[in-house]
Every structure is written in structure tokens, then in C-alpha cells.
């Protein structure tokens, strides 16, 4: 597609549900991150991909949040047993290999998943 | 670890500009960025700078200095739809350059 397209735009879920958030990266874009958002916060880390693999999810929270990509493409963030404090816009960033010039390995971000749980 | 600071809010008057400041302490640097992101609305990518000196894009200039571990961002010629929120993000050269961004420095430009 023309851009990141990420998907729910908005989840409202009850405490203790598990939820899946979908990213469809720009095509040909080999790396896919995933951050979130919280209101008045900055944008915190989770996971990175580069291909398939997850090279660093030091930034998962707790062994209730996992990710995986298939076919070099989409990515699904799951979080079960969901809590409050996982309420956040959850956004999806993807950019094209390579980090030395002439790359700048931008990120370009989906418009991100808000989850709300009550 | 990283460490990324810049203030939190800031106001200009429309026509002016104005300079929104960022340092960072990282070990290993390769290279920082600033976006922009308006709200409800994905952060999109404003300018990257990795060797010292100063990037001009438009209405838009940034500037890095390494040894200092400093960055601004320079608005020329506000308008009101800048007003948003200007995120810094450092990525350094250990690991999986993963930028880390700042809390962001939400912009008011007024009448």
C-alpha cells in the first residue's frame, strides 16, 4: 500500500480480554517497529523486526504482550489478559533496510491502534 | 542506555520563529531525527541529521552538534499549523539502531 495501514483505529476492550492490533507495512520495507503511546508520554519501544525475526523486544512490558510477522510483511501485536494500564495508541512504523548513507532509515508510522480498556 | 530531554511546551505568535531544543546522552550515536506530529494524527518525519552542522528543508532547519549532545529544530515564518507536537529521537550505534524518541515538545503558535 501507499502507507502504513494499521488496524483496529480504535479498540475499546474489558480488563481481561486478549487483543490483536494489525499493521500492514508499506511494501518492500523490510524493518517493522512497534511503540506506544500514552497520553503526555513519549513514544516507548516494544519490538523491532527486520524480516520475519525479532531481533530486540527488550521493550515488551511483560510476557502478556508477544508479536509476530509473517512473510516478511504483516505484523499483529497481541496482548492478553489485557489491563488498564494498556490503554494507549498503539503505533506501527516501518522503514527500508539499511541505516548507513545514503539511508536515513526513517520511520514512517501508521496512524495507530487506540486501545481503551475499561 | 539514552537519556533525551526537551521541553515540554512551548508558544510562538504566528510569523515568528521559533527554536525548539533537544539534548541527549547515548552511547554510540548514529544519527537523530525530529518529527512532527499533529494530534490524534501519526508522527511524520521532518529532518535527520548524523554530522555536525546545520539542515535547511524549506521553513524547517535542524541542527547537531555530537560533542555537545545537542539539536534544535527552527520554525521560520510560523503558521498556525504548526502548531503540534515536535518529537526528537536519537538512534544510536549499538544493537539494532532503534531510535528512542523524547517526550516531545508540544507547540503553540497563536494569532
Known amino acids: 500500500g501507499a502507507g502504513v495501514s494499521q488496524s483496529p483505529s480504535n479498540k475499546v476492550t474489558e480488563k481481561g480480554k486478549d487483543v490483536e492490533l494489525r499493521c500492514d507495512p508499506i511494501?518492500?520495507?523490510?524493518?517493522l517497529y512497534w511503540y506506544r503511546q500514552s497520553l503526555g508520554q513519549g513514544l516507548e519501544f516494544l519490538i523491532y523486526f527486520q524480516g520475519n525475526s525479532a531481533p530486540d523486544k527488550s521493550g515488551l512490558p511483560s510476557d502478556r504482550f508477544s508479536a509476530e510477522r509473517t512473510g516478511g510483511s504483516v505484523s499483529t501485536l497481541t496482548i492478553q489478559r489485557t489491563q488498564q494500564e494498556d490503554s494507549a495508541v498503539y503505533l506501527c512504523?516501518?522503514?527500508?533496510?539499511?541505516?548507513?548513507?545514503?539511508?536515513?532509515?526513517?520511520?514512517?508510522f501508521g496512524e495507530g491502534s487506540r486501545l481503551t480498556v475499561l | 542506555g539514552q537519556n533525551i530531554d526537551q521541553p515540554t511546551e512551548m508558544t510562538a505568535t504566528e510569523g515568528a520563529i521559533v527554536q525548539i531544543n533537544c539534548t541527549y546522552q547515548t552511547s554510540g550515536f548514529n544519527g537523530l531525527f525530529w518529527y512532527q506530529q499533529h494530534a490524534g494524527e501519526a508522527p511524520t518525519f521532518l529532518s535527520y541529521n548524523v554530522l555536525d552542522g546545520l539542515e535547511e528543508k524549506g521553513r524547517f532547519s535542524s541542527f547537531l552538534s555530537r560533542s555537545k549532545g545537542y539539536s534544535y529544530l527552527l520554525l521560520k515564518e510560523l503558521q498556525m499549523k504548526d502548531s503540534a507536537s515536535y518529537l526528537c529521537a536519537v538512534r544510536s550505534s549499538g544493537g539494532s539502531y532503534i531510535p528512542t524518541f523524547g517526550r516531545g515538545t508540544s507547540l503553540i503558535v497563536h494569532p
Open positions: 511494501s518492500g520495507h523490510t524493518a
Open positions: 512504523a516501518s522503514s527500508s533496510a539499511g541505516t548507513g548513507p545514503p539511508n536515513t532509515g526513517e520511520l514512517f
